[in-house]
C-alpha cells in the first residue's frame, strides 16, 4: 500500500548531527515533492523543508536554513533530512508527507530529542 | 509568511451535536486550504484540501467551506472518533507553507 516510513531518530547532544530517512512505496516516488514537517512536544505542526520531485528546488523554513539539509535518491525511493548544528529547540517529532495539492500520504514519524 | 489562526482554541461538543471550527489567513489564500484531524500518538490525516474538497475515504459529515481569508470545517453530527485536534493550512503562498495553532475539539 501507499505508504512513507521514516527512521533515524533518537537523541543527540546539542550542536551534533543526525540524518532522518524516509522510505516510500506503494506510488511513483520519483513524480512528487516531499516535505519535512516537525511537531515540538505538546505543539503544533510546524513546515520545515520541501523538495521537488526531481531535486532541483529545495525551500526551508527560515528556523533550519543553513543547518538543515534535504535531498533524496530516486532509485532507491528515499528521502533524507541532514539536520546539523542541532538545537534543544529542534526536539520534535518529523513527519515526512507526499506533496502536492493533497498532502494525503504521511510517515508515522520519528522522533529527535536534542539534549545534553 | 501567512498567519493562520484558528478558533477557538477548544471547543466542548456533545456526541452528535454539530462543531463548526474557524480558520483566518493574514492575507487571501484564496482556496488553497487544507484541514487535518490528528489523533494522540498518531500522524496527521487529510481532511479536506481546496477548501471544500473531501479528501478520499473521509464521511459525508465532514465539510470545509470559505475562501479568501475566511474559512470554516463543519463536522455535522461529532462521533466518538472525531474528538481529535484539527489543523487547517495554507499552501498559495509558499514558502513557507502554514499552518494554524489547532483547534481541540474535546467531549462536553
Known amino acids: 500500500q501507499v505508504q512513507l516510513v521514516e527512521s533515524g531518530g533518537g537523541v543527540v547532544q546539542p550542536g551534533r548531527s543526525l540524518r532522518l530517512s524516509c522510505a516510500a512505496s506503494g506510488f511513483i516516488f520519483s513524480n512528487y515533492g516531499i516535505h519535512w514537517v516537525r511537531q515540538a512536544p505538546g505543539k503544533g505542526l510546524e513546515w520545515v523543508a520541501f523538495?521537488?520531485?526531481?531535486?532541483?528546488?529545495?525551500y526551508y523554513a527560515d528556523s533550519v536554513m543553513g543547518r538543515f539539509i534535504i535531498s533524496r535518491d530516486n532509485s532507491k525511493n528515499t528521502l533524507y533530512l541532514q539536520m546539523n548544528t542541532l538545537r534543544t529547540e529542534d526536539t520534535a517529532i518529523y513527519y515526512c508527507?507526499?506533496?502536492?495539492?493533497?498532502?494525503?500520504?504521511w510517515g508515522q514519524g520519528t522522533m529527535v530529542t536534542v539534549s545534553s | 509568511e501567512i498567519v493562520m489562526t484558528q478558533s477557538p482554541a477548544t471547543l466542548s461538543v456533545s456526541p452528535g451535536e454539530r462543531a463548526t471550527l474557524s480558520c483566518r489567513a493574514s492575507?487571501?489564500?484564496?482556496?488553497?486550504l487544507a484541514w487535518y484531524q490528528q489523533k494522540p500518538g498518531q500522524a496527521p490525516r487529510l481532511l479536506v484540501y481546496?477548501?471544500?474538497t473531501r479528501a478520499t475515504g473521509i464521511p459525508a459529515r465532514f465539510s470545509g467551506s470559505g475562501s479568501g481569508t475566511e474559512f470554516t470545517l463543519t463536522i455535522s453530527s461529532l462521533q466518538s472518533e472525531d474528538f481529535a485536534l484539527y489543523y487547517c493550512?495554507?499552501?498559495?503562498?509558499?514558502?513557507?507553507?502554514?499552518f494554524g495553532q489547532g483547534t481541540k475539539v474535546e467531549i462536553k
Open positions: 493550512q495554507q499552501y498559495n503562498n509558499w514558502p513557507p507553507w502554514t
Open positions: 492575507q487571501s489564500v484564496s482556496s488553497n
Open positions: 523538495i521537488s520531485y526531481d531535486g532541483s528546488n529545495k
Open positions: 481546496g477548501a471544500s
Open positions: 508527507a507526499k506533496g502536492g495539492q493533497e498532502w494525503n500520504v
